[in-house]
T-cell receptor, first 111, second 115 residues
Framework: GAGVSQSPSNKVTEKGKDVELRCDPI?????LYWYRQRLGQGLEFLIY????????KSGLPSDRFSAERTGESVSTLTIQRTQQEDSAVYLC?????????FGQGTRLTVV | QQQVKQSPQSLIVQKGGISIINCAYE??????FPWYQQFPGKGPALLIA?????SEKKEGRFTISFNKSAKQFSLHIMDSQPGDSATYFC??????????????FGKGTLLTVNP
């Protein structure tokens, strides 16, 4: 595709349920990042992928958060046993070098 | 620990005026300073970026001013237009290995340009 694509755009889930968020990066971009944007806040780094390995997971807030990437393609961010504080917009970005291109995000609401 | 501090939180400017947003950073290892523009419901889009070896970069109506000694940088939007109304984020990054250039963001400035 022409840009970074994320799905779903919106997700409402009940507290305690697991959710999966998907990111399709720009073709050929080796680096992929997940960020979280809470209301009125800047973006917080979660995890970085180089190809299908994740050498930097330093931003994952707890062991309920995990992510995978297939080769240099699709990535999935999984949140287990969701809590209300997980409500946020989850943004994916991909890059070839310095310039990061963001998707439109998935707005997650935990009720 | 907030490594990039952004001000103001919100800004209202009249059409044709100058919008100025300021950021300060702490980590001297940062070597790339982009500004992102975000419209409601959209992801952030890169607007303009600067490296610390230059003091100013201009692209159209948008200018970044950079003060390395003060560890500060700012975005100036000249002749502000209603279509510039958006949230603006400053960010900073340093090389962290591989192709890892993870960004540290400020908290954002909501700019409103009145017609």
């Amino acid at each position: 595709g022409a840009g970074v694509s994320q799905s779903p755009s919106n997700k409402v889930t009940e507290k305690g349920k697991d959710v999966e968020l998907r990111c399709d990066p720009i073709s050929g971009h080796t680096a992929l990042y997940w960020y979280r944007q809470r209301l009125g806040q800047g973006l917080e780094f979660l995890i970085y992928f180089q190809g299908n390995s994740a050498p930097d997971k330093s931003g994952l807030p707890s062991d309920r958060f995990s992510a995978e990437r297939t080769g240099e393609s699709v990535s999935t961010l999984t949140i287990q046993r969701t809590q209300q504080e997980d409500s946020a917009v989850y943004l994916c970005a991909s890059s070839l070098r310095r310039e990061a291109f963001f998707g439109q995000g998935t707005r997650l609401t935990v009720v | 620990q907030q490594q990039v501090k952004q001000s103001p939180q919100s800004l209202i400017v009249q059409k044709g005026g100058i919008s100025i947003i300021n950021c300060a950073y702490e980590n001297t290892a940062f070597d790339y300073f982009p500004w992102y523009q975000q419209f409601p419901g959209k992801g952030p889009a890169l607007l303009i970026a600067i490296r610390p070896d230059v003091s100013e970069k201009k692209e159209g109506r948008f200018t970044i001013s950079f003060n390395k000694s003060a560890k500060q940088f700012s975005l100036h939007i000249m002749d502000s237009q209603p279509g510039d109304s958006a949230t603006y984020f400053c960010a900073a990054s340093t090389y962290s290995g591989g192709s890892n250039y993870k960004l540290t963001f400020g908290k954002g400035t909501l700019l409103t340009v009145n017609p």
